[in-house]
């Protein structure tokens, strides 16, 4: 697992061992990032059930603002904290451990969210909500949900738009966004 661009460009991250973390792909990652890459810059991001951090730290590495990193489990933000001194991002970081939807309910809010949850624990549906619900998106905000192929994602109503539906192998890619 490695930062594919950027400032920390190669930098080789951190992976668990014998955890339920499942890292993104390099394919998936570096196709995610080639539709957002214009929308990055300075944004402010969510990595939701962050796991080993590689999609918030990919983002600092292509410029973004800051990222906070959500995931309830202690192993895992242990090796997001590692991965974020590996590549000097922490100044630009928050580590959270707790729920995520929890979190949602009180947060500031996000140009762009990468959701990324257990894919058996069906937690689209109720995390889509609470970010229209407690509206922590910002106007023109993205939302990436990563999920097995074939998963049907939820519907958006207004202001919300589901943009685009992507597959990569047994992976697939629903990006949503937030228009004015």
Do not use: W
Not at 1 to 17: F, N, Q
Not at 111 to 122: F, L, M
Not at 155 to 179: S, V
């Amino acid at each position: 697992m490695r930062v594919i661009t950027g400032s920390a460009r190669g930098r080789k991250l951190k992976e668990p061992a014998g955890m339920d973390i499942r890292p993104t792909t390099d394919m998936v990652k570096e196709t995610v990032f080639n539709i957002i890459q214009f929308d990055i810059e300075g944004r402010r991001v969510l990595d939701l059930f962050a796991g080993t951090g590689q999609i918030g730290i990919e983002a600092l590495s292509r410029g973004a603002g800051h990222v906070t990193f959500v995931d309830s489990s202690n192993e895992a933000l242990k090796i997001v904290r590692e991965n974020l001194k590996i590549t000097g991002f922490a100044d630009r970081a928050t580590v959270i451990c707790g729920n995520a939807l929890g979190f949602l309910k009180s947060c500031e809010k996000f140009d762009i969210i990468y959701i990324d949850p257990p894919y058996q624990e069906n937690l689209y549906e109720p995390v889509l909500s609470s970010i229209k619900l407690f509206d922590i998106l910002k106007d023109n905000g993205i939302i990436i949900c990563e999920s097995t192929y074939g998963t049907p994602m939820p519907e958006l109503f207004e202001p919300y738009k589901k943009e685009k539906e992507r597959r990569y192998g047994k992976i697939g890619i629903t990006i949503y966004r937030k228009e004015l």
